[in-house]
């Protein structure tokens, strides 16, 4: 693996208003990797994620893809490096086709090439291709999902982020989901993973970080994580105290 296939976070420091959230936060994500992000409620999961595509200001710290610097990169130059993000909650544009949401992912990809991604997402998940017609507000919260992760797929990412993977969704498509993830995973792509149900999260990702009000409390493999599950409810459970 070389350094430029590594999203490399070091010393990150971010701020909500003038409240500190991510304190000091390390994390590296190789490829063909799946790290998977744990944490309670408000622990600072989406922060991180936000702070990643350029969403949100850091204040101290380093991002870096290989040699490239990613702090202060505005988010569509961040996609163009190959980090796409799926955010929480599955955002579509409502108003447009299917066909127009998936395009307007590849606008920066020129016509043909971004055609060409549209078919390529399409054929990963397939179950777009009856919908394409419709309005996107109109899918349900699991084809939001795969529209989201689409969208993402269309810029052939080297780091795919998923902000809340199941959430909301019915167990099947959650099921069909984490396989869809794990292929995206096994052709080359990173993928870091926030998930509300550990067990899924856990059964999918080679390595684990929890993160507890805005520090990582542990950092291992999936591995330890499934075989110490009090780490896990450690965390959870000061989380519920605080
Ligand atoms: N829009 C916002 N403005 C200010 N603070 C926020 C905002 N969203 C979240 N926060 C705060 O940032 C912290 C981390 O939130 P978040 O990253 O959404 O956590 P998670 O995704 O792990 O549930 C929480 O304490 C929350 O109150
Ligand atoms: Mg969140």
Do not use: W
């Not at 296939?5 to 991510?22: H, K, Q, S, W």
């Not at 109109?138 to 269309?154: D, N």
């Amino acid at each position: 693996m070389t350094l430029q296939d590594r999203l490399e976070i070091a010393d990150l420091f971010v701020d909500r208003g003038r409240r500190p959230v991510l304190r000091d936060i390390h994390l590296t994500l190789g490829s063909a990797e799946i790290l998977s992000l744990l944490g309670a409620n408000g622990a600072g999961k989406s922060t991180l994620v936000l702070a990643i595509g350029g969403l949100l200001p850091v204040r101290l710290g380093t991002m870096k893809l290989g040699d490239v610097s990613l702090v202060g990169a505005e988010p569509y130059e961040i996609r163009r490096h190959g980090v796409a993000i799926v955010h929480q909650g599955h955002p579509v544009l409502g108003g447009l086709t299917v066909r127009d949401n998936l395009r307007t992912a590849g606008l920066f990809l020129g016509k043909a090439e971004a055609e060409r991604q549209v078919e390529a997402a399409l054929a990963v998940l397939p179950e777009l291709k009856p919908k394409l017609g419709i309005d996107a507000s109109a899918l349900s919260g699991g084809q939001k999902q795969m529209l989201c992760i689409a969208q993402a797929l269309i810029i052939r990412p080297r780091f795919l982020l998923i902000d809340e993977l199941s959430f909301g969704l019915a167990p099947a498509i959650v099921s069909r989901l984490g396989d869809v993830i794990r292929d995206v995973a096994l052709n080359g792509v990173g993928v870091l993973l926030i998930e509300q149900f550990t067990s899924l999260a856990l059964s999918l990702a080679d390595r684990a970080m929890l993160l507890e009000r805005g520090k990582v409390v542990f950092e291992g493999t999936a591995q330890e994580l499934r075989d110490r599950p009090s780490i896990l409810h450690g965390a959870y459970l000061a989380a519920a105290d605080a």
